[in-house]
Every structure is written in structure tokens, then in C-alpha cells.
């Protein structure tokens, strides 16, 4: 976030190249009319996420995190990568999409964008 930012407007990057706030994301969340719990995971991994997308949480991290059990999450996550919002690499890793949200350079980004595998559904945010 730059030290000129308002508190909860991190800038997002978009396939456009233009940016967005995760305040303009949160606004389109409810589009894909998730769960309680698909919302919770999406931003546990979100807020998780490093630099080139990647989260580093299992199912029992995210689970003991949410206070639920770990045969709850798996569905939640199958749910968020059916929409498109990210993608299992292996065990306990995950990519958020980078037309979503990215963190990292813009060179890092742009290679993100060529890694996004060929079956992840386009994610078609509203413009405003």
C-alpha cells in the first residue's frame, strides 16, 4: 500500500493494466454469491497471499484459522476456483488469479498472467 493510501484501498492491477481497490473488489464479491464460509476463505487466502500470488496455507491452517474443520474448507476452495478466483497448485499451495488481485512487481504480474492455466474461467469484474 503507498503511505499516501487510505487504509483498506490497496491497488489491485487489472488485465488492463489499470488498477483497482480491494474496496472495488469487495463490491463485486457479492456477485458470486458465496457462502459465509466461501467469503472467509477467500479472505483468509487473500490476505495471505505473497509475492507472485501464492498462498501457502493447508486445510488445517485455514480451518483452525476459521475455527471449522478441515472437510469444510476443501469444498469452500473447490467453490472459489470453480469461479475462477484462484487455482491448486499442490498441497497446501495456492495462486490467486492475477486478473483478481496480485502482489508483487508489475514484470512479476505480467508473467503471472502467462502461468494462469488454460481451465481457470474468466473472472469478469463489473466496471464502475
Known sequence: MAADQEPGTETFLTTEGSVFTAQDL??????????????????????????????TLTLDDIAERL???KSNISPAL????????????????????PRIAFKGSQEEWI??????????PEVVLPSY
Open 111 to 120: 508473467e503471472a498472467l502467462g502461468e494462469v492455466p488454460a481451465d481457470v
Open 26 to 55: 469487495s463490491r463485486a464479491l457479492p456477485l458470486y454469491r458465496l457462502t459465509t464460509l466461501q467469503y472467509d476463505v477467500w479472505h483468509t487466502v487473500l490476505g495471505e497471499m505473497t509475492d507472485g500470488g501464492f498462498v
Open 67 to 69: 475455527g471449522t474443520s
Open 78 to 97: 473447490n467453490r472459489l476456483a470453480e469461479l475462477g478466483l484462484l487455482w491448486r497448485i499442490s498441497n497446501g499451495l495456492h495462486r490467486i488469479n
